[in-house]
């Protein structure tokens, strides 16, 4: 299981590699530069913990700090909900998701993207459904996404609503290549039975 994911890394990092070889505007160490500045402008506006509460209990709200959740700093996390206590997501387990993302390469301070964008994502009322099995990599319905999205789970009840800032190595594995970190706005559902 490991082993695929590992595999699946490893190619969308080749992958990433040989995308900016054929690029003459930016090598990869100047598209990683530009998405350390990108994160660090949008966390420049918020209160960042550059741990994990011990207690994992997590401050929540609008006002909530961000947390940095991996040693990397490729994963930040404000939780707006913390959901239901007990109700805690098991390996295997299939995970409905909504979520907005915003590219952080259009934000422009004080809380704004730019006028002109629309964030991604299946938040609306006709978004389709996007789905995981919770730490179950062998799956491309769980790899596909990258491990980023599935993270909060690790800390919080399948109900909760997070703000999570994920950086390309993180993220959505066919977008390695283009190393853009988002900030996803993020909730998560059991299926209806």
Not at 10 to 39: G, H, Q, V, W
């Amino acid at each position: 299981m490991k082993v695929t994911k590992y595999l699946t890394i490893l190619t969308a990092f080749a992958a990433a590699i040989f995308s900016s070889a054929c690029n003459d505007d930016k090598t990869y160490a100047e598209l990683l530069a530009d998405e350390n500045r990108y994160t660090n402008n949008y966390l420049a506006d918020q209160v960042v913990i550059n741990h994990i509460p011990a207690d994992t209990v997590f401050e929540y709200g609008e006002d909530a700090p961000f947390y940095r959740l991996d040693e990397d700093g490729n994963l930040y996390m404000k939780v707006l909900d913390p959901g239901t206590e007990g109700n805690m997501v098991e390996d295997d387990e299939l995970i409905y998701f909504r979520f907005s993302r915003y590219n952080l390469g259009k934000y422009e301070g004080n809380g704004k993207f730019a006028e002109d964008y629309v964030p991604e994502g299946n938040n609306s009322a006709l978004g389709g459904n996007y789905y995981f099995r919770y730490n179950n990599f062998s799956l491309s319905s769980s790899y596909n996404y990258g491990e980023g999205i599935q993270v909060p789970l690790r800390y919080l009840p399948v109900d909760a609503h997070v703000l999570i800032i994920i950086k390309s190595q993180m993220g959505v594995t066919s977008e390695i290549a283009y190393v853009i970190p988002y900030l996803y706005d993020l909730r998560y559902f059991r299926p209806k039975v």
